[in-house]
């Protein structure tokens, strides 16, 4: 759900490990007031407790008409779905039509049936008729989704910055203020400030309105909004924090940080370094690239804890995406994609700094459209894949023409739960 680290689906269904698949499921577009059992449902199988009135009032926003599925048997919903409309940011600042999956959950009596795999089908099919050209999710686990088609087309790191060593440099850059935002005004205030705050990073998604109120069921009475403005006072950056204790040491957790610049980016870092009683920072679902240890005095204060995969995309219009992005300078290469589920990407694709187009020409590098997905944002280098097994090449002089075309200025992030 919106604010928790990914839960969308659960274990994996259909073929492997398939106990017995059920003969004939009912899988239909739920009705309006089957929408808080297909919550419920989906809680359930997460192991984590259902909302009260409160918090289904604040969540329930989200759940839209013709978008929420739910699988039957024996008339009882055991298996739901569900997805919103959205728009993905790809390399050149483009944002394209896509589907935000989450949701995802099947009874723990009723898995390894095939019900996930009829669901992600209908899913999927209904995506692509809605003129999608993505699907997206966060994969609570990394073995159910790649065989529908998903990708791991961006990466997260967590930092933590010890709070006493986390001087920053002479260097870094200073302007403008930050002030604390009442709780009461977060939600009137933020959703404008997170798109003048956004930059056209790939991997970026769009926050519908519905997506704040959701947002705040998973938060503490500790939350705190600071936004900046620059010298002229209009605001530019935000950052949201909770702290938490542990013992003797607290650590102040930053869950969401969008800057419009590198200064309103370090004048929020810099407001944070010096809230006091905090032990550590603590940045969580931060880009790869975020600069954060070259802001201090001492780099080594600021360490990576982790890094994972972030958001998973499942490409439903091969030509369509290939045409909306932007590439690096390089000698041309043709692809040969293959999609055993949407037949119509299959296919040549030229790719060069011109762009994208169908061609008949003998290809270069062969792929799935998964490994596609894991490409398509620049997240990993071609040459990785191909060494893994994952990309054909019939030409190994194309890879590094690949690795070329496909680069991205900065590394993609989402950093949007959903």
Known sequence: MAGARPKTGR????????IGAVSDPDVRVLAEPEYRAACDLFLQTLLEARFDDESWSQTKGRFEPGR??????????????????????????????????????????????????????????????????????????????????????????????????????????????????????????????????????????????AWWPARQVHLGNAATVVVHSDESGA??????????????????????????????????????????????VAGRIRPLDEPVEWLLADPRACRTV?????????????????????????DPVVLDVRDGHFPDNAGRYRISPQGAEITDSAPDLTLDVAALAVLYLGDRRVTDLAEAGLVEAHAPAALESADALFKTAQSPWCGTSF
């Open 68 to 209: 929420v599925l739910g699988a039957h048997v024996d008339g009882e919903l055991v298996g739901t779905t569900m997805s919103m409309t959205n728009a993905l940011t790809v390399p050149g600042g483009r944002r394209l039509p896509a589907a935000a999956v989450t949701g995802v959950g099947v009874r723990a009596d009723r898995t390894r049936r095939g019900l996930l795999s009829r669901m992600m089908h209908e899913q999927l099919g209904d995506a692509a008729a809605r003129g999608e050209v993505f699907a997206m999710l966060h994969a609570s686990e990394a073995v159910i989704y790649e065989r529908f088609g998903y990708g791991a087309a961006t990466r997260c790191r967590e930092i933590q910055i010890d709070r006493a060593r986390a001087g920053l440099r002479e260097t870094a850059p200073r302007g403008g203020t930050v002030r604390i935002l009442p709780r009461e005004q977060a939600l009137k205030v933020l959703p404008e400030l997170y798109e003048v705050s956004r930059r056209n990073r790939p991997g970026n998604i769009d926050r519908p309105a």
């Open 11 to 18: 274990v994996p269904e259909g073929e492997p490990g398939r």
């Open 235 to 280: 605001d530019d950056g935000y950052a949201l924090y909770e702290p938490t204790r542990s013992g003797e040491r607290s650590t102040l957790n930053v869950y969401d940080l969008n800057a419009a610049d590198a200064t309103a980016a370090a004048e929020l870092w810099r407001f944070l370094f010096d809230v006091d009683l905090a032990d550590t």
């Open 306 to 330: 982790s890094i994972g995969d972030d958001l998973w995309v499942r490409i439903l219009d091969v030509p369509a995406a290939l045409r909306a992005r932007a590439y690096g300078h390089a």
